[in-house]
């Protein structure tokens, strides 16, 4: 829609005559104009990059001379700006083309999702149940029988319910206890740093 002349083409394709047309036609006929458009500016695209490469080779010839002025270096910025808006435009055109393909055909992991879903579904699925000795496929019975049956396990009242058996914890004896509890003398902290090996890694006070 930012090619220029799109939107003339447009207007012309509705102000036109031939209001009898089906709407499939009158798009189908706009389709091919805009094609005929879109292969018009791919062409002037190409000429324009053409002109554009030729220019900045002969300005970088300059430049490399020592001979370029303050004017080219600034038209060469120019010609550069250009060179790439017309490569965003190709970006573009390439990026819708993916999305149209991908839209109409699809890509090969959305086949294959779709593929395993839909063979996981039939696989999962609950065609019918026995009622009574009798199978039966109709949905609104087997959703009845489903739900008959839960709803009996569930009004069920359990009776007894297991004992749980607590785990033994295990203490320590008295002596182990006043050892825990007893302060942490100086010599015990000097002799641990001195046993630790070189590979230790270092506390929170750098040692």
């Given at each position: 829609?930012?090619?220029?002349?799109?939107?003339?083409?447009?207007?012309?394709?509705?102000?036109?005559?031939?209001?009898?047309r089906?709407?499939?036609?009158?798009?189908?006929?706009?389709?091919?104009?805009?094609?005929?458009l879109?292969?018009?500016?791919?062409?002037?695209?190409?000429?324009?990059?053409?002109?554009?490469?030729?220019?900045?080779?002969?300005?970088?010839t300059?430049i490399?001379?020592?001979?370029?002025?303050?004017?080219?270096?600034e038209?060469?910025?120019?010609?550069?700006?250009?060179?790439?808006?017309?490569?965003?435009?190709?970006?573009?055109?390439?990026?819708?083309k993916?999305?149209?393909?991908?839209s109409?055909?699809?890509?090969?992991?959305?086949?294959?999702?779709?593929?395993?879903?839909k063979?996981?579904?039939?696989?999962?699925?609950?065609?019918?149940?026995?009622?009574?000795?009798?199978?039966?496929?109709?949905?609104?019975?087997?959703?009845?029988?489903?739900?008959?049956?839960?709803?009996?396990?569930?009004?069920?009242?359990?009776r007894?319910?297991?004992?749980?058996?607590?785990?033994?914890?295990?203490?320590?004896?008295?002596t182990?206890?006043r050892?825990?509890?007893?302060?942490?003398?100086?010599?015990?902290?000097?002799?641990?740093?001195?046993?630790?090996?070189?590979?230790?890694?270092?506390?929170?006070?750098?040692?």
């Amino acid at each position: 829609m930012s090619v220029d002349g799109f939107n003339d083409v447009v207007k012309n394709m509705v102000s036109s005559r031939g209001n009898n047309r089906s709407l499939h036609e009158k798009l189908k006929c706009l389709k091919s104009k805009i094609k005929i458009l879109n292969n018009n500016r791919k062409s002037q695209d190409e000429n324009r990059k053409k002109e554009i490469r030729d220019k900045l080779a002969s300005i970088g010839t300059q430049i490399d001379q020592l001979s370029a002025t303050t004017a080219q270096i600034e038209e060469r910025c120019n010609l550069f700006h250009k060179l790439e808006c017309i490569s965003k435009t190709e970006e573009m055109d390439i990026v819708q083309k993916t999305w149209v393909n991908w839209s109409v055909e699809g890509d090969e992991n959305s086949k294959l999702f779709h593929s395993l879903l839909k063979h996981h579904r039939n696989n999962h699925t609950i065609k019918g149940v026995p009622v009574n000795g009798i199978w039966d496929d109709n949905l609104s019975n087997v959703k009845q029988a489903f739900y008959e049956f839960f709803r009996c396990k569930f009004a069920t009242s359990i009776r007894s319910h297991p004992v749980e058996v607590p785990n033994p914890v295990f203490t320590l004896n008295e002596t182990n206890q006043r050892i825990m509890d007893c302060k942490i003398t100086m010599e015990e902290i000097t002799e641990t740093v001195l046993n630790c090996e070189s590979s230790k890694a270092a506390g929170p006070e750098r040692f």
